[in-house]
């Protein structure tokens, strides 16, 4: 799974999520990623997340839409992140990640899985990493 | 500070020996979305070309590169959104397409719905002019080499793909 989210210049914040999905999958399955608040989410009042890992897990929590509202309940998008992963993993034992910003261009890429590879650039500063503390 | 754009390439398990490819997709994917926002361009359009750029990296779970299903073929899934409008638009389990992140920006920009499947989704791909293409230039080797893998009933497809528990 891929995906992004971005703030442009005016403030407006959309995301973008796309996948081949899951390994040797039944012919038919679908997971998370085409399902709006699971797969990604993007609202100009709290912000936007496009997330990876397990979608049937990512589905059960609504995962994108999750950290969004811990956003508008006032938590920093890393803070809202790392909540939303914990509860996927500790509520149904599910592993992924995503990457989140705020309208004011606070932004977050965090996992639970061993590794995720990510990058986000601002102020002409590129940023990147994969493994956990990156 | 704006404008800003934040990329994944996935929280699955990257071998070694490919973790510099995915550091590498991810990083130019984000330079390119990165440009058309200083150029003035929307989220939207940043988003999507990020996307897109990781869909042709055969590094990468979509588009080309994708895994396979239990049969061998490649079926994709893909979403948008947009924050100011909350309008969105989404494929799922489509085939023979290179970036079905740009077809479900279709979806949203041409359609009153959220999400067109399968074969209704190939239709309206063709009717917008979408070109398909075969679906071996979607497989790489090292997708066909982890689904002969975990064909086995003794394999575990999702830690392979997933990792063990971080």
Known sequence: ?134 | MLPLVVVHGGAGHVPKERSENSAMGVCSATQAAYRILQDGGSSMDAVVEAVTRLENNPFFNAGCGSVLNVKGDVEMDAIVMDGRTLASGAVSAVRNIANPVQLARLVMDKTSHACLTAEGASQFARSMGVVEVPQESLITEYARMRWRNNLEPSANPVECQMGKMG
């Open chain 1, 1 to 134: 799974t891929v995906g992004a989210v971005a703030v442009d210049a005016e403030g407006n914040v959309a995301c973008a999520t796309s996948t081949g999905g899951m390994l040797n999958k039944m012919e038919g399955r679908v997971g998370d990623t085409p399902c709006i608040g699971s797969g990604g989410y993007a609202d100009n009042l709290s912000g936007a997340v496009s997330t990876t890992g397990y979608g049937e897990d990512i589905m059960k929590v609504t995962l994108a839409r999750l950290v969004l509202f811990h956003m508008e309940q006032g938590q920093s998008a890393e803070a809202a992140s790392d909540v939303s992963l914990a509860y996927m993993k500790s509520r149904v034992g599910g592993l992924g990640g995503v990457v989140t910003v705020d309208p004011r261009g606070n932004w977050a890429a965090c996992f639970s899985s061993r590794q995720m590879s990510w990058a986000a650039a601002q102020g002409g500063t590129l940023h990147h990493g994969l493994y956990a503390g990156e």
